[in-house]
């Protein structure tokens, strides 16, 4: 079972790594071309811009997922234990009625760009908006389209070809972004509920453990390494 976790964990933490490392070697290639060749990659920073909104937004859920976002604690550290997690109950219902609200909204915009209906009511959705008039004509500026996709030109464009990458490609990460932070705010309420976690926000352990190293230590320490130091 704890393998079956370390597993789940390192995937999301490769798929961050691979969304890092594609922006990377992108922006070198790009920067290696101009100076060296007087060329570039021409959709190059629109990939780039593309992958670190998709990094942002994957990583907002992730970092619910690990305990990493930051708050401000000092009521509920004098609540007794007791009050504290009810505390904590109250703000992960807020917190997962608030996602729903941006699943709602990333739906609804990102729908007409996939061929697909948005919902109707203003909050929460109240029908299926069955009129709604369709956006996949919409494309990127200088991405290319790359032939795997081009499914999508029968699927979702009518059979007409697409010259560059439609944009339903780099949008669909709102409606998956969001839908993966309403899933991990569930989950961080559910573990408060069962008392395997007691917050929401990043935990104070590793600063206490950073409080209590002795500073002076680690400069003699590090003085020590130096030629002539220590030994």
Known sequence: MKDHSARH?????????????????????NVVLRYLFNASLIW????????????????????????????VDALTNV?????????????????????????KGAWDYWAP???????TGRWFPTGIDWGARGRSFYITDQVPMPGFLRFLEDLINYGETYDK????VPYAILPLGMALLLF????????????????????HEVEDEIAGTDDSDTVDATFDDLPGKGK
Not at 50 to 59: K, P, Q, R
Not at 84 to 95: D, Q
Not at 113 to 119: I, K, S
Not at 165 to 168: A, F, I, N, T
């Open 44 to 71: 190059g920073l629109e990939v780039v811009l593309i992958l670190f909104a998709w990094l942002v937004l994957f990583g907002v859920s992730y970092g619910v997922k690990v305990t990493a976002h930051l708050g």
């Open 165 to 168: 990458l439609p944009r339903v």
């Open 79 to 103: 609540l007794s234990p007791g009050l504290r997690r009810t505390v904590a109950l109250i703000a992960g219902l807020l917190c997962i009625i608030y996602a729903a609200l941006l699943v």
């Open 184 to 203: 991990r705010f569930v989950q961080a309420t559910w573990l408060i509920w069962t008392g395997k976690r007691d917050s929401l926000i990043v935990s």
């Open 9 to 29: 964990s390192g995937f999301e933490e490769t798929v961050i790594a691979l969304i890092l490392g594609l922006m990377t070697l992108i922006t070198f290639v």
């Open 113 to 119: 760009f996939a061929e697909l209906p948005p919902t």
